[in-house]
């Protein structure tokens, strides 16, 4: 009776201590998933404000052209009124 309850109690210990090691190899494994995934968002983010500064710029190019064209009445020169200049 004694070898069956000191049986058990050892099959405990060691079930315990494959639980402690898949639950710590588990958690290595979330937390470098963890840091790759935030290293991504961060790039995403600097693509997202970048790609923002970009839509802005133009925006703010179309904005100034259609100004021009419709307050100023200025048009975009033909090619025959374009001279090129090169070095």
């Given amino acids: 009776m004694g070898y069956c309850i000191l049986l ?5 210990v060691i079930g315990c201590a494959f639980g402690v090691v898949y639950t710590r190899q588990e958690s290595r494994r979330l937390f470098t998933e963890y840091n ?12 997202f404000g970048r790609l923002e500064l970009e839509r802005a710029t133009k925006a703010e190019i179309n904005g100034i052209e259609k100004a021009a064209r419709e307050s100023l009445g200025m048009i975009s020169p033909n090619s025959a009124n374009t001279v090129v200049i090169r070095r």
């Fill in 36 to 47: 790759e995934l935030t290293k991504e968002r961060d790039h995403l983010n600097y693509e």
């Fill in 8 to 12: 058990a109690l050892l099959a405990g």
